[in-house]
C-alpha cells in the first residue's frame, strides 16, 4: 500500500468560454483520479487541515464539479482512500528503517522511531489524513492498512520477546506505549513544537527519547540480557 513522495499532478488548462459566456469545463481528465488525491494533498497542506470540498478540488484541477463523483462517493471516500495510501507509505517507510539498520536491537529500535517521526515532517498532509475524524474507519480497506501498520511493530516485539530482550506476555501492551512514543513525538515535529531544533539535533532527541523507553523495557525482560 505504499505511495511515493506526492508530485503535483500539471493543472488543465481552463477551456475557452461558450458564446453565452459561462466556462465549459471538460469532465474527462487524463487521470482524474490521481490528480483529485494530489489536489486533496494539496490542499490539507496548504490549509494545515481538512476543509476543502470536492467542488474546490473540481475548480482547482480544471474539471467539472460533478467530475471528482465518477471515482470518489463523497469527501469521506476520498479522504479514506488518502488514508489507506499514507497507511502503506508509513508502513513501507518504517519496514525499509528496519531493514537498512541491521541486526541490532536498539539500532532498529532507534530508526523504526525516527522513521515514524520522518515520515511526519515530510509527509504532513498524509499524516494528519491518517487520523483525521473523516476517514470511514469501518471501511475494511482502513482496517486492513491499520493492521499492516500494527504488524510492523508487533513482530518487531515478537522478535525481541523470543530472543528474551523484551518482557514476555501480550505484544500489544508493549505496542502500545512505543506507538505513543512514535506518535507523540511525530505530532510535535510536525506541529513544528520542537523547531528549533535543526535535523542533527532532531534526530539526537528522537533518538533519545527512545533509548529512554527502550532502556526501560530491557530493564523490565527477565535475565540480564541488555541490548
Known amino acids: 500500500m505504499a505511495s511515493p ?10 477551456p475557452p468560454a ?12 487524463g487521470d482524474l483520479r490521481r490528480a483529485v488525491l494530489e489536489e486533496a494533498l494539496a490542499l490539507i497542506e496548504e490549509q494545515g487541515n481538512a476543509s476543502f470540498t470536492l467542488r474546490e478540488v473540481a475548480r482547482r484541477i480544471g474539471v467539472s464539479h460533478a467530475a471528482p463523483y465518477r471515482h470518489f ?20 517507510q518504517i519496514s525499509a528503517a528496519l531493514a537498512e ?3 541490532e536491537l536498539r539500532a532498529r529500535f532507534l530508526a523504526a522511531g525516527f522513521a515514524y517521526v520522518r515520515f511526519a515532517l515530510e509527509h504532513p498532509a498524509p499524516f494528519h489524513v491518517m487520523y483525521s475524524g473523516e476517514v470511514d474507519v469501518e471501511d475494511p480497506r482502513v482496517a486492513a492498512a491499520a493492521a499492516q501498520n500494527l504488524g510492523v511493530l508487533l513482530g518487531f516485539i515478537e522478535e525481541a520477546q523470543r530472543a528474551g530482550a523484551f518482557p514476555p506476555g501480550d505484544p500489544m501492551a508493549l505496542a502500545v506505549p512505543v506507538w505513543a512514543m512514535h506518535h507523540g513525538l511525530a505530532t510535535l515535529a510536525a506541529s513544528g513544537a520542537l523547531s528549533k531544533a535543526g535535523p542533527v539535533e532532531l534526530r539526537r532527541l528522537v533518538d533519545d527519547a527512545h533509548a529512554r523507553l527502550l532502556d526501560g523495557l530491557l530493564l523490565a525482560a527477565p535475565g540480564p540480557s541488555r541490548a
Do not use: F, N
Request: positive net charge; hydrophobic residues 40%; glycine residues 6%.
Open 5 to 14: 513522495p506526492r508530485r503535483r499532478h500539471p493543472r488543465a488548462r481552463t
Open 18 to 29: 461558450s458564446a453565452s459566456g459561462s466556462v465549459e469545463r471538460p469532465y474527462h481528465h
Open 73 to 92: 462517493a463523497d469527501k469521506r471516500a476520498l479522504m479514506t482512500e488518502l488514508a489507506v495510501q499514507a497507511s502503506a507509505a508509513l508502513a513501507a
Open 101 to 103: 539498520a541491521g541486526g
